[in-house]
């Protein structure tokens, strides 16, 4: 997934080795502002792919705080078609979702630009998901104003939940390998990549914050 625009937050994590900023890649999955609407939906091949197969099972490692995903109306979608996640978590931590499509490309999309928590609560809490809540992503009955469309490349690609025990709401991970997409190897990956992140002191004491993390992760198609 890519955002139309940059985020406002200020990074907040020591990238690992390789990271790379947030570029406007083509994503699986793009955020739009709802009153635009969804991107063109472009014509069909002559001969429609079948939908590709999903990793089957999930990781249940590196989830200590219970984290929980799903889609709220299943995983498998058509060019055009709008998203949405559920967000569960039976310990507080501070959440953020990040897109891997079928070519390994990964973007940000929550916290994002659009999140009507921007401008409405402190730095601290924009993201903080409690226990006892389940958070809708995009919410239809609050002031959000983006929409998640599901959009080329058709295959396989992944949304992955991450909390966090420390504040942070911006993170900055490497693309994952085109040989991995699609495959539990490619959530290995990137859970590995975020292990590596460091959270910048906000004192000074100088002293690199190692957050805790937990992670859930559900895998898509796109056809």
């Known amino acids: 997934m ?6 406002l937050f200020l990074l907040v994590l020591w990238p690992m080795a390789g990271a790379v900023a947030q570029t406007p890649h083509s994503r699986s999955v793009i955020v739009v502002p709802d009153e635009s609407g969804p991107p063109e939906e472009p014509k069909p091949p002559n001969k429609p792919p079948t939908s590709a197969k999903l990793p ?15 889609f709220a109306a299943g995983n498998d979608f058509s060019v055009g078609s709008k998203l949405t996640f559920k967000i569960s978590t039976e310990q507080p931590g501070y959440l953020v979702l990040v897109d891997v499509d079928s070519e390994g490309k990964l973007t940000q999309i929550y916290p ?22 389940t958070m809708t992503v995009p919410d239809p009955t609050s002031e959000a104003s983006f929409e ?3 959009s080329p490349p058709r ?15 911006v993170i900055d991970l490497p693309d994952v390998p085109a040989n991995m997409t699609g495959q539990h190897a490619a959530d290995e990956y990137l859970r590995s990549a975020t292990r590596s992140l460091k959270i910048l002191p906000d004192g000074d004491s100088g002293q690199l914050q190692d957050p805790k993390w937990s992670f859930a992760t559900k895998f898509y198609s796109i056809h």
């Open 112 to 133: 994002n630009v659009y999140s009507p928590q921007a401008t409405t609560d402190s730095l601290a809490t924009i993201n903080l998901l409690k226990p006892g809540q």
């Open 2 to 7: 890519r955002l139309i625009s940059p985020l």
């Open 56 to 70: 089957e099972g999930e990781s249940r490692l590196d989830n200590s705080a219970g984290l929980k995903l799903d």
């Open 148 to 150: 998640f469309v599901a």
């Open 155 to 169: 295959g396989v690609g992944m949304v992955v939940a991450m909390l966090s025990d420390k504040p942070v709401q």
